[in-house]
C-alpha cells in the first residue's frame, strides 16, 4: 500500500487515493476557505491524489451547482491545487456529465442522453445528435485543458455511477440504433471518442484517469467482461481506471452491505489479460489491513477512500506510523450524503470537524484550552466519552462516571446485534481513545450529588442519554422496550411483534430476522422508517426486503394481548400474533440527572440524547463542542 506507483510522468507516493465525491458545494461556483479547508485535509492526512469530485464539463450536464470554470476563478482553484501541493499530495479533478441524469434547475439549455426519455425530475430529455456528442467531447477536452492550467497535475474522467458515459455503454440506456448503439463496439464508440479527443488536448506527457463502472449487477446490464474490453480500448488515451459500480445502494452501500463489495469487478477487469493500465478498487475500503490485503494479493494496484477520509483524513498517515488503533473509522450511515450542501456544508457523524477546518483547524491538534479546569462528565455513552477525550485533549482534569460496568452506552448494543458491525468498531473506537488518555473513569459509578460535592468540579457535562416513550396502549404492561433484546439475557421465542416501525424499530426488527426469528412491524404511518433520506433509505429497503422482514404500516395498535397486538387497518381489525411483544415509538431527554446536578458546580451543560435524542452524529458533535468551551474563562 504505501509502494510508490507511477503514472505516466507523476509518482504516487503510496496508493491510496482520495477518491472524489459531490457533498461540497459553494453557491457562487468559486472555492470558498471552506472548501478548500476540507480538500487540504485530505491532502494533510497523507493520501496520495486529492481529488475534487463533480465538476460539470458544460451546460446540460449538471446534476449539481458545480464548480464553475471561470478563468475568473483561476486564482482560487489554483490555491486549492496549491494546498494540496503543499502535503506532498497530487491533485485532480473529477470531470462530470450527467446525461439523462441532470437536473434542470442547474442547467440553462435543454437535457440530452443517449435517447428521448423523461428523466426522474420529470424533464424531457432529448437524443443527442453526433454534433451533441461532439461537442461534449471537446468540452471534456476544454474541462481538462482548464484544470491543468490551473496547476491540477491530473483529471479524472467520471464515465461511471450512470453519468452520461455510462449510459452509453449500458444496452439498458443506450436503445440507439446508429453507430452509436446496439453491440458494445458501438455503445463505446462515442465514450472512446471523447477521451481520444481529451488526449489530443494535453498531450502526451499529462495522466489522465478514468473512473468506471465494473457492473451493473442487473441482468440486461453490462458486466465486467464488457469493462475490461472497454478499458482495454480505453488505456490508449488513460493511464489508471478506478473501478466503481453503478446503482445508488450499491456506490452509496450502507452498514447492511459488505466490505469492499466492488473488489471483485476491479480484480476481473485487471486479471482479465487485457488491461495494461494501474487498476484502482473504490467501494467500502474502511480500513487499511483491507486495503493492504487487496493490494498485496493482486486483486488491485490501489484503493480509492471517500467515507473512510472523511471520518479521518489521517487514514493514511495513521496506518504508515502504526497507529491504526487511533483512526477514526466511518459507520457507513451516509450522514455525509445527506447535507442540503447549498444552506450548509456537510458533516460526518464521527467527524466533527470535517467541512469546519477552516475555523476549527484540522484535527491533529485542537489546542490547549486557556484555563485548566476539573471536568466532570456523567455518562460514558457516545456523547459523554467524546466530550471526555476532547476535554482531556485540552489539557483538562477530566472524570467521567457511568454507572455500568461499562463504557459504550446505548452504543453497547452493537455488542449483540448481528447487523450493526461499523457502529461496533466506532464504540470500540471511543472506548479504547477514554482508555488510553488521562481521563478518570469511575464505572458502576453513579454521579450523586453527594459524590459531587465531594469532586469538587468546575465544570459538569451531563450525558446520561434518553429513555423509552411508553406508548398509551391498553396492556403494554404485557410489553417491553426494544432495546431489552440487546441487554437483556432472556430468550424471547422465535415470533415477536414490534410495535414502531421507525428506524430504531425497523433495525431491531432486521437484526431479529437476520438471526432466524420471526417478527412482524407494526407502524403507524404509510411508510416505515420515515426519517430516513433518500441514499440510506435505499440500502434500508433492500436489506429488509431481502431478509424478507414483514412491516404492516398504517396500523393502529390498540391492544396488547397476552399472545400479539390487536390493531386497526383499513377499517378492519386484526391480530398480530407473538410471543414477545416490544414497542419502540420514540426516546425522551434523560434530563432529571441535569435537574439534580444544575447548581453543583460553576457551569454545568447536557448534551446528546440528555438534551435531545438524535442519533449519532448529534451525540457526537455535541460533546466535542461542548468540550471546546471548557476553559474559555
Known sequence: MFRPLKVRE????????????????????????????????????????????????????????????????????????????????????????????????????????????????????????????????????????????????????????????????????????????????????????????????????????????????????????????????????????????????????????PWGQNVDLAETIRKSGKVHIPVFALGSILAPDQAEEIIASGKADGVSMSRALIADPYLPLKSMCAKTDDIRPCIRCLTCTESDNLKRHFICSVNPLISRESRLGFGDDVGKAKFRKRVLIVGGGPAGMQAAITASERGHEVILCEKMDKLGGMLSFTDRDSLKHDLRRFKDYLVHQVGKSAVRVMLNTEATPELVERLKPDHIIVATGAVPIVPDIPGIERARHVTEIYFGPEDFGDDIVIIGGGLVGIEAGMHLKNIGKNVTVLEMQDTYAPETKMVYRAGLVRKLEKLGLEVITGARCVEVLGDGVKYLKGGGEYVAKGRTILYAVGMKPNEQPYFDLYDKAPVVQHIGDCLKPGKVDGAVHSGFFAALDIGVV
Open 10 to 257: 507523476l509518482t504516487l507516493k503510496n496508493r491510496i487515493m482520495s477518491a472524489p465525491n459531490m457533498l461540497f458545494r459553494t453557491a457562487s461556483g468559486k472555492p470558498d476557505d471552506y472548501y478548500i479547508g476540507y480538500i487540504e485535509h485530505k491532502a494533510r492526512g497523507g493520501a496520495a491524489i486529492v481529488n475534487l469530485g463533480e465538476c460539470p464539463v458544460c451546460d446540460g450536464g449538471c446534476h449539481t451547482p458545480g464548480p464553475v470554470m471561470d478563468f475568473e476563478f483561476l486564482p482560487e482553484w489554483s490555491e486549492v491545487a496549491a494546498a494540496i501541493h503543499e502535503h506532498n499530495a497530487i491533485a485532480s479533478v473529477e470531470l462530470t456529465h450527467a446525461g439523462q441524469k441532470a437536473k434542470p434547475q442547474y442547467n440553462k439549455g435543454g437535457l440530452y442522453g443517449p435517447c428521448e426519455t423523461v428523466n426522474a425530475y420529470g424533464a424531457r430529455v432529448r437524443a443527442m445528435t453526433i454534433d451533441d456528442m461532439e461537442m461534449v467531447a471537446d468540452s471534456c477536452a476544454a474541462a481538462a485543458e482548464y484544470w491543468f492550467l490551473a496547476g491540477f497535475d491530473t483529471v479524472l474522467l467520471h464515465f461511471g455511477h450512470g453519468w452520461l458515459f455510462a449510459q452509453f455503454l449500458s444496452p439498458m440506456t443506450n436503445k440507439r440504433t446508429d453507430e452509436f448503439g446496439g453491440s458494445l463496439e458501438n455503445r463505446m464508440r462515442f465514450p472512446l471518442m471523447t477521451l481520444k479527443r481529451v488526449r489530443e488536448r494535453v498531450g502526451p506527457n499529462k495522466a489522465v484517469m478514468l473512473r468506471i463502472s465494473g457492473s451493473e449487477r442487473t441482468p440486461g446490464g453490462f458486466d465486467a467482461v464488457d469493462m475490461a474490453e472497454f478499458v482495454s480500448r480505453a488505456q490508449e488515451y488513460v493511464d489508471l481506471v478506478e473501478v466503481s459500480v453503478e446503482g445508488l445502494p450499491n456506490f452509496f452501500a450502507n452498514t447492511f452491505e
